[in-house]
């Protein structure tokens, strides 16, 4: 008999609630969500991001003068510190096959170190959020630096003058961007800040459960987001459009696939039985830049759909957010390797305000598993 109750939970735990949480919720049959009790989608075509990060971190959306302080302060977080400045060139190039995903998590580890980071076990609210502001600004500071350094080129300076986004862009090729380009990629990261219990979310509140500092659970939150399977896919969704390249070609390249069971990239989603919110929102995006990109991407997206409900009736099969983001990214000039970063860049503001909210229940994450091995104890083999 077992020693401990069991409860039946279904793989992965999918629909088990594992607790209250203040800062989001995606109702996946209504095709909604939200941050805190503000529409997302509302907040992104509304709102900068500079207001949706004060949001989730400090609680409610700034006013100007709010918005502008709140500028000035994390803006003035984003240069590189002195000591990660000192190795950061080692760090990009021991992982320039990995591109600057692989090496954040390092190069946030030695921020961290430097700055003297104090366990969440140790720590007040204020000098944690203190640590998520540090963290979440220089983020896009070591991304773009990284890139640069991996691609033979000196980092960027930071402006203070300029928000989150157009930073970013301005950071990552030099050049100050376009507005309408710096307001699409803003739209994206205020789209893709936070998403519900994720599992890269769930792996940085099982990290904070333990009490280990913010940057720890940042960098475990990166490692999940690396797989292909949760932030590596826009840019798979991009090949997708390259293979299938004229819109001719559509109908035989989705059928051969979809009849060998093959999964199509940007379709489906875990949670959504409807049109994944953001993909329409960024699909509007695509199409305030028009071009035969985006064309061939509405016209794939429609009879993906239809190939989907004829070969796979009852299974509800829409596009989701990496589909048009891949497409927003490149129309903003994205390299493909900074896709899954720039996803990062936003998500590590949702997984700091997860982890803040974490270090205000310290009740470690300890789930059961079900043993199915061999029954034990056994005798040991003789040597």
Known sequence: MPNTIEIEVPRGLKGVVVTDTRLSDVRGLEGFYHYRQYSAIELAEQRTLEDVWHLMLVGELPDAAGRAAFLARTAALRPLPAALRQVLPALAASTAHGGPLAALGAALSVAAAGRGLRPLYDTEPAERLEDALFATALVPTVLTALHRLQRGEQPVEPRADLGYAANYLYMLTGEEPEPAKARAIEQYLISTVDHGFNASTFTARVIASTGADLVACLVGGLGALSGPLHGGAPSRALDTLDAIGTPDRIDGWIRQRVLAGERIMGFGHAVYRTE?????????????????????????EARVEEILAELKPGRELHINVEFYAGVVMHLCGLP??????????????????????????????????????????????MV
């Open 336 to 381: 493909r390797e900074m896709f899954t970063p720039t996803f990062a860049a936003a998500r590590a503001i949702g997984w700091s305000a997860n982890v803040l909210e974490q270090a205000a229940d310290p009740k470690i994450i300890r789930p059961a598993a079900r043993y199915a091995g061999p029954a034990a104890p056994q005798p040991l083999p």
């Open 276 to 300: 994944d919110p953001r993909s329409r929102m960024l699909r509007g995006v695509a199409e305030s830049f028009g071009g035969e990109l985006v064309e061939l991407a509405v016209q794939v």
